[in-house]
Every structure is written in structure tokens, then in C-alpha cells.
Nanobody, 123 residues
């Protein structure tokens, strides 16, 4: 299983970014895919999860109404569209997959991780 996140960058407050996670070695329709982030000096926190088999998505409170998780099976890619970005969204963003059911975004429940992509939001 390989996951590779990219698409981060520097954006001004209120701007948008779309992160991509290229996935290989697993089924996007079977595994749950999640996005996480880690800011300097802080622990890794969940952002969103897409569990197609369960037919559900989950967003952490700060991501609701601003972020959207989606997938493209043909491209083997999971996306995180981020709008109305704030300086507090600055972090290293990771994608990860798990085989256990549900849409929990507890990092310890995820099996495979991609490398992070940096998102910096300037004020």
C-alpha cells in the first residue's frame, strides 16, 4: 500500500487549496481514507474521513462547511478541498487508510500513511 499526498502550498487567509492523495495497493471502495494534520508543537489530529463501504463521511468540527473530502476511483486519488482557509489551518497534512469499519479519525486506528504536504495560510 502506498499513499502520496501533494498539493499543499502557501495561501492567504480566505483562500482555497485542494490536496490530493494518490493511492495504490488498496481499494478506495473498501478501505476508509482519512486526512489528518499536525501543526508545529501539536499532536496529529483528524480532519475528515471517507468510508465508501459504510456510505459515510465524517468531518471534524473545524472542517465542517469549509472542507470537502472526495475520491476519484479512476484516478486512484482522494481529495481534500479546503476553502475559507485560516491561519490556524497551517499544518502538515497527511492522508492515511484503514481497513476497520467506521469513519473515526483516530490516528492510531489507521494502518498506512503517506508523507505530509505542507499547508501554510498567511494572515
Amino acid at each position: 500500500v502506498q499513499l502520496q499526498a501533494f498539493g499543499g502550498g502557501l495561501v492567504q487567509t480566505g483562500g482555497s487549496l485542494r490536496l490530493s492523495c494518490a493511492v495504490s495497493g488498496l481499494s478506495l471502495d473498501y478501505h476508509a481514507l482519512g486526512w489528518f494534520r499536525q501543526a508545529p508543537g501539536k499532536g496529529r489530529e483528524g480532519v475528515a474521513c471517507l468510508a465508501v463501504k459504510a456510505g459515510r463521511t465524517y468531518y471534524t468540527d473545524f472542517a465542517k462547511d469549509r472542507f470537502t473530502i472526495s475520491k476519484d476511483n479512476a484516478e486512484g486519488t482522494v481529495y481534500l478541498q479546503m476553502n475559507s482557509l485560516k491561519p490556524e489551518d497551517t499544518a502538515l497534512y497527511y492522508c492515511a487508510s484503514k481497513t476497520t469499519p467506521g469513519t473515526a479519525v483516530l490516528p492510531s486506528t489507521y494502518d498506512d500513511w503517506g508523507q505530509g504536504t505542507q499547508v501554510t495560510v498567511s494572515s
